[in-house]
Structure formats: C-alpha cells, structure tokens
C-alpha cells in the first residue's frame, strides 16, 4: 500500500520505466528495514536476519551518499518524505 503509493509519486515525476532509479531502490531498502527491524524486535536471537539487516543498511546508505553528492534537494526532499536521519558528513 504505502509502495504503491510512493511509486505513483516517482511515475509522475519520472517516466513509468524508471523504477530502477537511487529513489526507488533507497525507499524499497527503507521498506525492508522497517520490516527486518520488526521481524527482530520480536525474534531477538535471529543471527541471520540482523546480518540481512546491516547489508541491507550499508547498501542504503552508500545510495544515500550517492544521491547527495548528485542531487542535493532530492536527497533532502526523499529523507523527509521517508522520515529517516540525514547521514553524517566527514
């Protein structure tokens, strides 16, 4: 429901083939971190998951990274729209 929603966002700003784009790809990663960290919350001792969990993140940020260095209003505007922190610069 709510990827639905944020892909009719990305369709009209974008064209309809382009959901392979840094946008898309940080909020489907955003998406899996929601649910990996409710899956842990529940199951603390799952090993596997929390190493799913920090791949996951690590790839997350190296987009953010990416898209902040390229587009800096972009990446301002989707870390509001997806409620997550803005990385630390060195």
């Known amino acids: 429901m709510v990827k639905n929603s944020f892909i009719s966002v990305i369709s009209q700003e974008e064209k309809e083939e382009n ?6 790809q940080i909020f489907s990663f955003t998406n899996k971190i ?3 960290t409710s899956h842990l919350q529940l199951h603390k001792k799952d090993y ?3 190493r ?3 791949k996951i993140l690590g790839k997350r940020q190296r987009l ?3 898209l ?8 301002k505007e989707l ?3 997806l ?3 803005e990385l630390k610069t060195r």
């Open 83 to 85: 409620d997550i922190r």
């Open 48 to 50: 596997l998951s929390q």
């Open 68 to 75: 902040s260095k390229k587009n800096k209003m972009g990446y």
């Open 64 to 66: 953010l990274s990416y």
């Open 34 to 36: 929601r649910r990996l």
């Open 19 to 24: 959901w392979g784009s840094v946008e898309f």
């Open 79 to 81: 870390i509001n729209r």
């Open 52 to 54: 799913g969990l920090r």
